[in-house]
């Protein structure tokens, strides 16, 4: 059974810190290139950042370059994304995403940037 799922979300103040986790399994998750998405109430829902399969190259949309980190570890089927420095508008539900030969997305976590 394929699954990806999402923890680490919640509530932090602007200016601190979260660490998503994505948990893969029931694939070959080191062949798969992993990207986390987010969607904030009535908006589409964004690319945020995306990690080749080996893990040697990243890409991150400007809004978060300098501030968030992808990360990922085959070893043990797991993706990551460091946030800091978060501002209230990265305040959404943040999803993964495995692709190569099918793709997969995982079912959100919320994260929400507030004082």
């Known amino acids: 059974q394929v699954q990806l799922v999402e923890s680490g979300g919640g509530l932090v103040q602007p200016g601190g810190s979260l660490r998503l986790s994505c948990a893969a399994s029931?694939?070959?998750?080191?062949?798969?290139?992993v990207s986390w998405y987010r969607q904030a109430p009535g908006k589409e829902r964004e690319l945020v950042a995306t990690?080749?399969?080996?893990?040697?190259?990243?890409i991150y949309t400007d809004s978060v370059k300098g501030r968030f980190t992808i990360s990922r570890d085959n070893a043990n089927n797991a993706a990551y994304l460091q946030m800091n420095s978060l501002k209230p508008e990265d305040t959404a539900v943040y999803y993964c995403r495995a692709t190569w030969a099918k793709t997969y997305w995982g079912q959100g976590t919320q994260v929400t940037v507030s004082s």
């Open positions: 990690i080749t399969n080996a893990g040697s190259r990243t």
């Open positions: 029931g694939f070959i998750f080191s062949m798969y290139a």
